[in-house]
């Protein structure tokens, strides 16, 4: 499809200028290229980090806000902004004349979806999560199509499901590469863990998996490889534990070659964003997954209960996640290679790899393309 046969008119995506909404973004502009379109990011300011990599051939941020939480006052400026953004977007919209608008979730969609439907533009939004977030349940009316990440998503029924179609959860470039890496043999005689909470970090991780390693054995610590991550004002701290218990650790603040990593663990403890439970099923890695518990809509919960019916991962509470709790888990990886290897295989089957082509598919037949 060359995009010439639609005069240089770009298909948008509109995306929260976060990791777990820019990441599917992503994958899906580097499909829609690789069939000939032009594609433009329509974002907030928070996205300008990524845009040596975003693969657009232009960024177009817009005045967003999030209207939840904090007082009357605020809630009213951040209405307030939205509708400022709203109509720079439809200033913007009319200038670019897309074929379509994706909106990949996160108040910053908003003012471009909006501008799209008043100007009777194609809409789809993609939502990541196993519950639909707050922005695109706001939006859902307006779409055309709804693609979903999960095959159950909660918050839809009725006519907005008749519109759903369940593409999975776009990944990216490098995921599908490291995805190609069978799962690893213990060469070394070790247990490979990977400690990841998402691209922001999570203390949690910082406060409890130094505990459960330092309840197991001398025996047990010798048998494992640990790659954790800490953010910055934890990482003394997580340093000093293992320190102390003569325990080496790779420790980083921020993974930039986290598919990599996934694919070189035997088994992965993180946070349970879509972005990080897509990955690992698309690599095929057993997990234990940590639900972050102050979401509003216990999108985390959902999504790991999602791979845990697979068989692939184990879902601790927060509440549960405990020195000794991590430490039998541990203990039992040791012990249970096979096991592993089959909660390895149960994650590869609940993968979806071509979610990008899946998902550029629909905006093809979206725009009669």
Known sequence: MSALKHDGRPVLVAAGGTGGHLFPAQSLSVELQARGYMVDLVTDERALRYGGEFPARAMH??????????????????????GWGTLRAIMHLRRLKPLCIVGFGGYPTVPPMLAASILGIPGILHEQNAVMGRANRFLASRAQRIAT??????????????????????????????????????GDGKLHVLVTGGSQGA??????VPGAIATLSADERSRIALVQQARGEDDLGVRLAYKTMDFTADIESFFA???????????????????????LAVIGRPSILVPFPFALDQDQAANAAQLAESGAARVIPQTEFTTDRLAAELREALGDEAGLRQRADAARHAGIPDAASRLADLVQETIGG
Not at 66 to 81: D, F, N, R
Not at 203 to 208: G, H, L, N, P, T
């Open 149 to 186: 990440g999960f095959p159950g998503v909660g918050g839809i029924s009725g006519e907005l499901a008749a519109r759903c179609v369940h593409t999975g959860n776009p990944v990216r470039p490098n995921v599908i590469e490291a995805a190609k890496l069978p799962y690893p043999d213990r």
């Open 257 to 279: 070659d986290l598919p990599q990593k996934i694919a070189a663990a035997h088994i992965v403890i993180a946070r349970s964003g879509a972005s990080t439970v897509s990955e």
């Open 61 to 82: 941020t817009i005045p967003a806000a999030t209207p939840t939480g904090g007082s009357i006052v605020s809630k009213g400026m951040a209405a307030l902004t939205l």
């Open 203 to 208: 203390r949690v991780m910082s406060d409890i």
